[in-house]
């Protein structure tokens, strides 16, 4: 597994940690299966799947 840093905003940690005490798994269980899930379902789109309207500067 490659390990990655992203910045989240505490509202959306601390849905996730709920989500995830509540299914006794840790964060990072349900982060990386809801960015499996993600890919999964944008797999062979057009090469945007965000739809470009929410783009962040990346770097």
Sequence with gaps: MKRIT????PDDY???DR???SH???ASWVIRR????FLDRHRGDAPDPMGGSEKRRVG
């Design 6 to 9: 992203v910045t989240v905003d």
């Design 14 to 16: 601390a849905e996730i």
């Design 19 to 21: 989500l995830a005490r």
């Design 24 to 26: 006794d798994v840790s």
């Design 34 to 37: 809801s960015m499996r899930e």
